[in-house]
């Protein structure tokens, strides 16, 4: 089966729709659904031409503070020479719509949907929309929590498509994983995964963890529990997760869920805030 990516459009609501919605923020979760991705709340960037972006998690003391993630909208013959400001940024780029030439190090990239890419800080890095479509991808950020005696990862550029899912024990390959990093390689400290969850599939526990998780509903829908409440997603629609909140999922059909996931790994917690 093939996948698909849902991207917002932006636009905005007309002024006979209701105003109820799910969005919802609480001091364990949030719940972003795609109809809040409007045009007026969109955001620009230093040095991107041609390019709108939704934030949809940045650090917030008290609540999620490792990440942020951003969905990236790049006209034709838009994008950056210089994306990052920021020498101490890693970063993850995944690929939901249109085609983008990526350049890191002077190595050229073509990425197409379902495309990754793994940006090591201070990496030099350029990317452009150089097709006829608008391109739409996801940007999580993370400062990198160097270790003294680990190197520093080097870049990488995948396709999910390209990528055998791991299937999750005893599921019969009803949840599976698709992991463009080895989890054991503690250079890294943090991954990004597509989940993906076959019709009736579960998580059979309420997950409660010091991981800090976004979740981009890529495909499909679900009810999925967060905390101490039973929410419906469907594509198009974010989770941002505190940690230790507790979180299930039922995927009752009638297709696929998806989801593309982040969450902090492999480091000590600090002590000292």
């Not at 990004?192 to 991981?211: D, K, N, R």
Request: charged share 20%; glycine share 8%; aromatic share 12%.
């Amino acid at each position: 089966m093939p996948n698909t990516y849902f991207a917002p459009k932006g636009g905005h609501p007309g002024q006979e729709q209701l105003l109820t919605d799910r969005a919802v923020f609480t001091d364990a979760y949030a719940v972003i659904p795609k109809g809040t991705m409007r045009d007026i709340v969109t955001s620009f960037l230093p040095f991107w031409e041609k390019t709108r972006l939704w934030v949809i998690a940045r650090p917030m003391t008290g609540f999620a503070e490792t990440f942020s993630q951003y969905i990236m909208e790049v006209l034709p013959g838009g994008g950056s020479d210089r994306p990052e400001t920021d020498p101490n940024a890693q970063g993850v780029l995944f690929v939901v719509e249109g085609a983008a030439t990526l350049e890191i190090d002077g190595a050229r990239h073509d990425m197409t949907p379902g495309g990754y890419a793994y940006l090591p800080p201070a990496s030099q890095w350029r990317l452009h929309n150089t097709g006829q479509e608008t391109l739409r991808f996801h940007w999580i950020r993370k400062a990198y929590q160097a270790v003294e005696g680990l190197d520093t990862p080097e870049p990488l550029v995948l396709n999910e498509n390209d990528i055998a899912p791991t299937e999750m024990p005893g599921t019969e390959g009803k949840w599976a994983t698709t992991r463009f990093v080895d989890p054991t390689d503690l250079r890294h400290d943090m991954h990004v995964t597509v989940v993906t969850f076959e019709p009736g599939a579960v998580i059979p526990f309420l997950e409660t963890h010091v991981m800090e998780h976004g979740l981009y509903v890529l495909e499909g829908k679900a009810a999925y529990r967060l905390n101490t409440d039973w929410v419906e997603v469907e594509a198009g629609d974010f989770m941002w997760l505190r940690a230790f909140c507790p979180q299930a999922c039922y995927a009752g059909g009638p297709g696929r869920f998806r989801y593309l996931l982040y969450k902090d790994v492999n480091r000590h917690m600090p002590l000292k805030l």
